[in-house]
């Protein structure tokens, strides 16, 4: 990262960031639903929903519930493909943004399906990099998430990495024993930066014993993430000594996005404090910007 001046702009995966803020991946859809509720060209950028090489219907509702600690979902990865997203989502970003960077998250479940989805959307403009969900579970071996895997993340970072000359981030879960030795297996294999953190596994049940999801189990997000989140970005940040990382997990405030700069995370993104507010993010630019004096 190189930050420029006193502002809050940085050069991030060789793009000017205008600041370190993001929406989070499948928090923000692909910006349009977004459209005129906030602007989203204050923001440093926004990472899509997760893309898959098939359109997916996701999983049966309820896909959130609330619960004091933040939130539980399990939306199936729910999205329209790779050729819809192509030709109609990516193209109206790009239309619409002039500042905010677009990161595409991307998800497989084969090794291959990874490095489909990047090299069919590498070449469409208003891309600046691919961010690798490695949360998915690896359909070819027992539904293990490929991140948990050193072999699987060497295989996916270097098949994509032989299929697209943009920024390539590797999102990983915080349930990893061993997050920041991922990190540098996926550093060795090309990847330009680390994601960190997904939501961490969770299951909830009504009084009468029901699931609360339709799916059975899902996945945390909220505030307690953020003491797991900042913890995992240091690690990353020092083991590999400086790649770039954005930092994700409970941020609700300007001071949280600098809990996770100090740490030296070079951009934190925003996911479910958004969803219940989706003007938050814009009011923490303001926040961070005035705070700098
Ligand atoms: C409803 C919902 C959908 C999500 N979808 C994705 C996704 O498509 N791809 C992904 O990598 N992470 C996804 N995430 C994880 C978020 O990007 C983020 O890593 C996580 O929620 C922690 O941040 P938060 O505490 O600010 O929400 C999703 C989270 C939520 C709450």
Not at 12 to 21: I, L, S, T
Not at 223 to 236: C, D, K, M, T, Y
Request: include cysteine; charge should be positive.
């Amino acid at each position: 990262m190189r930050p420029e001046g006193s502002s809050l702009s940085r050069t991030v995966f060789g793009r000017r960031f205008q600041n370190p803020v993001l929406l989070a991946a499948g928090t923000a859809g692909f910006g349009r639903e977004l459209d005129g509720v906030i602007d989203l060209d204050r923001l440093g950028g926004l990472v899509t929903k997760a893309v898959s090489q098939e359109p997916r219907a996701g999983n049966p509702p309820p896909r959130v519930a609330e619960f004091r600690g933040g939130m539980l979902n399990s939306v199936g990865l729910a999205n329209p493909g790779l050729a819809a997203v192509g030709a109609d989502h990516l193209p109206w970003l790009a239309n619409r943004l002039r500042q905010a960077q677009v990161l595409v998250n991307v998800v497989g479940f084969t090794v291959e399906e990874y490095a489909e989805v990047v090299s069919g959307l590498t070449g469409i403009p208003g891309i600046a990099g691919f961010e690798l969900n490695l949360s998915c579970p690896n359909t070819t071996a027992g539904g293990i998430e490929f991140g948990a895997s050193p072999d699987c993340v060497r295989r996916i970072v270097s098949l994509c990495r032989a299929r697209t000359p943009l920024a390539l981030i590797a999102k990983l879960s915080p349930v990893l024993p061993d997050i920041a030795g991922i990190a540098l297996v996926a550093r060795d294999a090309g990847a330009d930066g680390i994601t960190v953190v997904n939501t961490l596994p969770g299951l909830l049940h009504s009084e009468a014993g029901v699931g609360r999801l339709g799916n059975g189990n899902g996945g945390v997000s909220g505030p307690a993430l953020l003491a797991i989140g900042v913890l995992a970005a240091s690690r990353v940040v020092e083991r590999t000594e400086g790649m770039p990382v954005i930092g994700v997990g409970g941020v609700r405030s300007a001071e949280d996005v600098r809990q996770y700069l100090r740490v030296g995370a070079a951009l934190v993104a925003i996911g479910t404090a958004a969803l219940a507010d989706p003007r938050l993010p814009e009011r923490i630019v303001r926040n961070l910007e005035s705070s700098r004096g």
